[in-house]
Each structure stands twice: as structure tokens, then as C-alpha cells.
């Protein structure tokens, strides 16, 4: 954390608003892409960023420096996107909440993604597939580029575990690409058992 | 190097945690083998429009609904919370402990997993985030190893019937035994160990065995069952494994007396490739 951070998380710490918005506002956009990879809409997304955010400033003094800002927002986000998804897992979503909810990820693409190609469009199809707790580690790994390390402090696993997740998420996801015929795959291949 | 190894390595070789030897090794087996080729290419094909991905701009006017949703949070009043003495804060937490564990004495040893609507409230549980756990701040001068070993801890260890198995041989050596399956005879039930990665093997693994049980009378017999309940719920907790579980039980209801899953960590890919097969591992107990 640099010398302006810590001045303005002290300021933020004694109650000042703007001094805490000035140093979320270079994380809103990252925090917003996860919610939005998360959540699979705009609305969702947006409202778990503020979420996070808002949970963030009325927790701020639970931040004691022993990890990045930035690490702690996100987990924070993480953790508030998961909470949200499991609480959704129980419920049935009606057709009307359907439609009122109905600014999904395809609308995103017709209004914001055109220049994305078929191809991606399909494979963030595919991600939506994948469990929550995959498809979060893709999109940190993957998608947002974090290190191993992070993504260990981000979602308060051991190294070890991350990678296994990570490896058994993207195993999956290339099964439902392969099985969406994303990629080409010789089909007249002979899958090899192994020799037990 | 088998397929097998070799697929599970590929999804992590560009990452940089596999080192020169391995890295070889994968590389000479995808030479030879079309089918791993093929799932390489695959893999990173993924990985190139993953990272590719363009971001989602932020819709308009977000920076200004944060600012007025903090606005409206700072200017909250704050909730009133009672405030007690420690001594007394002490007290209540100690009664509310005996109380959940004396409760939890009297009832685990009656629970049975067997309703899907106990597994899945179970958990959810489970994976519920508590508050503190929301805004815990990640430990960074722990080191995974320090981690790790919170992992592995005596909570963690394998219960005895399943140790029991490291003296037997490998699933692989077992003439009979379906691929990533061992099974231990224990009076009435059986214990079937299962590689949780790979849920249509494992499930075909479980269908197998229980439409053509084979002979285990001569395999050896783990001297107990877990001791209780509370180690399943411990294991639970702690790994994700449980939905790989529900997956494959779900499908064996009617012959499933219980089930739990373990999970062993690796810690170092570089130096142990076969650890790499001991990921996760269901076991189930079957009627």
C-alpha cells in the first residue's frame, strides 16, 4: 500500500466518505467484472458491487493492513456474490422475476459485446455452465489474471487448493466447450485408458 | 506418462507450477498421443479467449449510484448494540457451548444423511459465509504450508477404516476392481473409495460394483467404521467435494447407507506426480 493509500484510508478510518471513494474508485471496475462474471447480468452485478462496496466502508475498521486493500475488497465482493448465489439456489425464480430481471448476459452482448466474436460469446456460455465456485476461480485465474497467491488470499484457500480447483474447473470447462463444439477435436480419436 | 496424468497436468502447464522435468514429459506424451494433443490444444485455445475476454464497461451513472448508496450507509445512524461486560459476554458463550455440544452428543449419532433434503440443507450449512468469515482479512504472512497444516490436522485425519487402505493395494493393482474404486468389506457394508474428479467414472465405478459386487473376502477389513457422525460433518465443512458426492449418490439412493468425502491436498506438483491422482475421494457406505 502506498504513502497516498495509507493517508487515505486513515482519513477513511476517521469517518471521511470521499477520502474512502477515492481509494475504492481504482477497484470499482475490477470489483464490477467480477460481480458481472458472477452474477451474469448488469443489474445483479451492479447491485453486488455496491454491496460489497457498502459492506466494505461500514467494515472498514476490520481492515488491519495485513493484506492489500485491494485483496480484502475483493474478497469482500467474492463472499458477497457467493452469499447471494447460495441464497438464490433455494429460491425458484418466477417467470415474472425472469423478466424483470430479464438485462441477462446475451443483452449484454447484442448492446455492449458486438465486437466480441461468436466464439467468446460462447465460451463465457459455457462458464455460465460451471458451479459458482468454478466459474470464480476461472474468472480470477483466467479471465482477471491473478497469481496463484492472490486468488489464495482472495478466497482463503491454501495454494494447493487452489490449484486442484483451478485444474478441475478448467477440466470441466473444456469438457462443455468440447461438448459445445467450441473448438475442433478429432472425433475418430481413440481415448487411451489408461494401462491399470 | 499416462492420458490419465498427462490431462490432468495439461490444464496446468502454462501456469508456470510444473517444472522442466514434468513439463518434458507432458510435452513428449502429447507428441505421441492424438487424443492428449487434441485435448492440449483444446485447453489452450480456453485459455488464450479467456484472457482475451473483453471486460464489461461500467454501465452508466454506476460511480454515482456507489457514491449516494455510501452517502445514505454514512449517514445510517448506527445500530444500537447492547454492550455487555466481558465477563458476562463469557459466561453467555460458555452456556450457549455446553448447550450445543451436549445437543450435539444427543443427536449426531441418530442423523442420517439418507433424504436429499438433509444433504443439500447440510450444505448449505456448511458453505454458509458467517459475517466474520465476510470481512476476515486474508492472512498474508501465512505461508501455505502453515496453511496446509491447519488442513490436515487430527480433525481431518481419515478415520480408521480408511487408513486401513493405505496397507491394501492400490485400486489400479486390484484385478476386478473398476478403474479409481477400492473396496473394503466391512460385515454388511462396504466402503467404496472413489476418485471424486471424474464424476461419470466414478459414478460407472459405483454402478458397476453394485450390479457385479466382486469377491473381497480376501481383501483386508478395516478394523472400524468412523467413530461418528461429527467426522463426516468435519470433512464436509471443510471441502467442496460434497457436490461431487451429491452428483454421484443421488444416483445410488436406494443403496447408500452414508457418505462422506476427504480430500488430499497436494502441495507440490513439481516433485510428486502421483499425488496429483489423490485429489479427492468420496466414500461411501453401502447398505
Not at chain 1, 467484472?33 to 447491485?47: E, I, P, R
Request: overall charge negative.
Amino acid at each position: 500500500m502506498c504513502n497516498k493509500d495509507k493517508e487515505l484510508l486513515k482519513k477513511a478510518l476517521a469517518g471521511d466518505l470521499s477520502a474512502f471513494e477515492e481509494l475504492v474508485s481504482s477497484n470499482e471496475k475490477r470489483i464490477y467484472n467480477l460481480c458481472f462474471y458472477m452474477m451474469k447480468n448488469q443489474q445483479d452485478a451492479q447491485d453486488m458491487a455496491q454491496d460489497a462496496l457498502i459492506k466494505a466502508w461500514k467494515n472498514l475498521k476490520k481492515f488491519h493492513l495485513k493484506s492489500t486493500f485491494s485483496t480484502w475488497l475483493y474478497r469482500i465482493a467474492v463472499n458477497t456474490c457467493l452469499d447471494e448465489l447460495r441464497k438464490r439456489k433455494n429460491k425458484t425464480l418466477s417467470v415474472e422475476n425472469l423478466s424483470e430481471k430479464g438485462h441477462t448476459i446475451q443483452d449484454e452482448k447484442s448492446k455492449n459485446f458486438d465486437e466480441v466474436s461468436a466464439l467468446r460469446q460462447d465460451i463465457q456460455t459455457a462458464m455460465n455452465c460451471l458451479a459458482s465456485n468454478e466459474k470464480l476461480i476461472i474468472v480470477l485465474k483466467d479471465v482477471q489474471g491473478y497469481s496463484y497467491e492472490e486468488i489464495s488470499l482472495i478466497i482463503n484457500c491454501p495454494l494447493g487448493t487452489v490449484r486442484s480447483r483451478l485444474s478441475r474447473a478448467r477440466k470441466k470447462l473444456a469438457a462443455i466447450c468440447i461438448r459445445m463444439e467450441l473448438y475442433p477435436v478429432n472425433t475418430r480419436q481413440t481415448i487411451r485408458k489408461e494401462a491399470k | 506418462m499416462n492420458c490419465f496424468k498427462c490431462k490432468k497436468l495439461i490444464t496446468l502447464m502454462h501456469d508456470e507450477c510444473i517444472n522442466d522435468k514434468t513439463l518434458q514429459a507432458i510435452l513428449c506424451h502429447i507428441n505421441e498421443c492424438e487424443s492428449c494433443s487434441n485435448y492440449y490444444e483444446v485447453i489452450k485455445s480456453m485459455q488464450v479467449d479467456l484472457s482475451s475476454l473483453q471486460e464489461p464497461p461500467l454501465p452508466d451513472g454506476f460511480h454515482n449510484k456507489v457514491h449516494f448508496a455510501l452517502k445514505r450507509a454514512h449517514e445510517e445512524p448506527p445500530k444500537k448494540s447492547i454492550h455487555l461486560s466481558k465477563r458476562v459476554k463469557i459466561a453467555a458463550l460458555s452456556a450457549c457451548s455446553i448447550v450445543l455440544v451436549v445437543s450435539a452428543i444427543s443427536i449426531l449419532p441418530n442423523i442420517r444423511m439418507n433424504s436429499d433434503a438433509t444433504r443439500e440443507m447440510a450444505y448449505d450449512v456448511c458453505e454458509e459465509i458467517t459475517e466474520d468469515e465476510m470481512y476476515e482479512e486474508p492472512m498474508m504472512q501465512l505461508s501455505d504450508s502453515e496453511n496446509e497444516e491447519s488442513l490436515t490436522g487430527a480433525a481431518l485425519e481419515m478415520p480408521a477404516a480408511i487408513s486401513a487402505s493405505d496397507n491394501t493395494k492400490t485400486a489400479n493393482e486390484r484385478e476386478g476392481t473398476p478403474n479409481s474404486c477400492i473396496s473394503l468389506s466391512n460385515g454388511n457394508s462396504i466402503v467404496i473409495v472413489i476418485d471424486a474428479e471424474d464424476i461419470s467414472e466414478a459414478t460407472s465405478a459405483v454402478s458397476e460394483y453394485i450390479l457385479n459386487p466382486i469377491d473381497t473376502s480376501a481383501w483386508v477389513l478395516p478394523e472400524a467404521e468412523p467413530e461418528s457422525y461429527t467426522d463426516i460433518r468435519t470433512l464436509l465443512e471443510v471441502y467442496d467435494a460434497v457436490a461431487l458426492a451429491d452428483s454421484i449418490v443421488l444416483n445410488f439412493v436406494d443403496f447408500v447407507d452414508y457418505y462422506y468425502v476427504s480430500y488430499i491436498e497436494y502441495d507440490d506438483i513439481e516433485d510428486d506426480l502421483d499425488t496429483l491422482q489423490n485429489m479427492g475421494y468420496v466414500y461411501i457406505v453401502i447398505k
